[in-house]
């Protein structure tokens, strides 16, 4: 056997957001999507909001040293001219209850939710949006200052632009006529509902906009922001071919489109870069592999190559989000072993990896599938709201605790 050793002070955690455990949403585009019959009701969720000491309990019993969460814009700006003192304090609550636990907080500024008022003023389609979401995050900042060290701006900017413009899958929902080419990095839309046309010049709008926004946002904080580091959870795709030189081409020019062509506009407004990592896609593959209940192949390697990408940028990595959908927890175990196991690689070529976060603590609403797909450590029966850790829980919590992973020479 041999023990494959994590650097000092790795963090070691899950992720949430709000919108998928809280419960009891306030009104905004996913709420109206529901509403809409284009995605499932989100109800109340994991009841999370009023169950967060319970549930990390848990977590601080499972041996992580942190925890990956996001905070809900509607609460906190219910309409344009008002910002909510309360919630403020619930979330500083949940912030303490981290702490008070030894698990460091990881905060989410914006995780999917648009609340309605900024809905009806175009949302992520209006040239306002970066400057709304920058003073949205000034506040909250703010106002939590000097409580909380990590920052995330934006959680995956690239499927929001993805499944919302070309997809047809998330809001809003619009479905451009080539949205078979973009299979492979989207939702597809359920159901018969028809769907607005989208526009691929739209979406590179919203692309911009994104960009944008997390700028504008990192500059607000870092203005005002104590001792605080700032970046962006960034979707990652690794895309790799057999030798054909076609399917090269298709690689190299994917790498691009859905990674590089972002980052080089936000790398240098990151003081960090979260990447989350669920599947590859290897132009040419002709067998395919094991599949998690989403439909997603199991490919670790991908998570290598993920984080390989960003080495040119210079900056501390952390895989924000890495996970599978799987009810029966049969394969849990040796998916995240797996994984670490390329994240420890990826350590000893010379990638500064700080932290890893399997994604997610417990079942939750997984967004247009509803709750269906069960990715959590732990278990959540969503009639009694009843917790049931699951056995890989306990197989995560050993390499945390022992900060190294015992494998086979
Ligand atoms: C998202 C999560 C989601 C997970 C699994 C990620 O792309 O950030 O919100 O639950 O995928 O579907």
């Known amino acids: 056997m041999k023990t494959l050793k994590f650097p000092d002070g790795f963090l070691w955690g899950t992720g949430t957001s709000a919108f998928q455990v809280e419960g009891n949403t306030p009104p ?3 709420t109206k999507g529901a509403e809409e019959g284009f995605v499932p009701e989100i109800g109340q969720a994991c009841d999370h909001y009023n169950r967060f000491e319970g549930d990390f309990d848990i977590a601080q019993e499972l041996g992580h040293n942190a925890h990956r969460f996001s905070i809900e814009w509607g609460r906190i700006q219910p309409s344009e001219k008002k910002f909510d003192a309360d919630e403020i304090a619930h979330y500083r609550s949940v912030i303490q209850a981290l702490r008070k636990r030894g ?14 008022w900024l809905l009806e003023k175009g949302g992520l389609e209006s040239s306002l949006f970066p400057e709304y979401f920058a003073r949205y995050c000034e506040y909250v900042t703010n106002e939590l200052g000097g409580t909380v060290h990590y920052w995330i701006t934006i959680n995956e900017p ?15 929902f619009k479905k451009w006529w080539l949205d078979t080419l973009f299979k492979g990095f989207g939702y597809p839309g359920k159901g ?8 691929f ?9 994104l960009a944008r926004a997390h700028n504008k946002a990192y500059q607000l904080i870092k203005r005002n922001g104590r001792d605080s580091s700032v970046g962006i959870a960034k979707h990652t795709i690794y895309y790799h071919s057999d030798k054909n030189l ?4 298709c690689a190299v020019f994917m790498n691009w489109f859905w990674t590089y062509s972002f980052m080089s506009h936000v790398h240098k407004q990151c003081d960090f870069i979260g990447i989350n990592q669920y599947f590859d896609k290897e132009f040419g593959r002709e067998k395919s592999l094991p599949k998690t209940d989403i439909g997603w192949e199991i490919y670790p390697l991908g998570l290598f190559g993920a984080l390989s990408f960003f080495k040119r940028y210079g900056k501390p990595l952390y895989v924000t989000e890495n996970g599978i959908a799987d009810a029966t927890d049969k394969s849990r175990t040796l998916f995240i072993r797996d994984n670490l196991r390329e994240v420890h690689r990826a350590i ?8 890893y976060f399997y994604w997610s603590l417990m079942d939750n609403y997984e967004l247009a599938e509803g709750y269906t797909m069960r990715f959590g450590l732990v278990e959540v029966d969503f009639e009694t709201q009843e917790r049931k850790v699951r056995p890989s829980a306990y197989e995560y919590k050993k390499i945390c605790e022992n900060n190294a992973l015992t494998v086979e020479e």
């Open 246 to 249: 076609l399917n090269q081409f």
């Open 201 to 209: 010049l739209t979406y590179l709008k919203v692309r911009r906009h």
């Open 158 to 172: 690239l499927p929001v632009a993805n499944n919302g413009w070309l997809r047809g899958s998330w809001p809003p």
């Open 348 to 355: 000893q070529v010379g990638l500064d990896v700080r932290g």
């Open 103 to 116: 698990l460091e907080p990881i905060v989410t500024l914006w995780h999917f939710t648009i609340p309605l």
């Open 28 to 30: 905004c585009n996913w």
């Open 192 to 199: 018969d509902r028809k769907r607005p046309t989208g526009s």
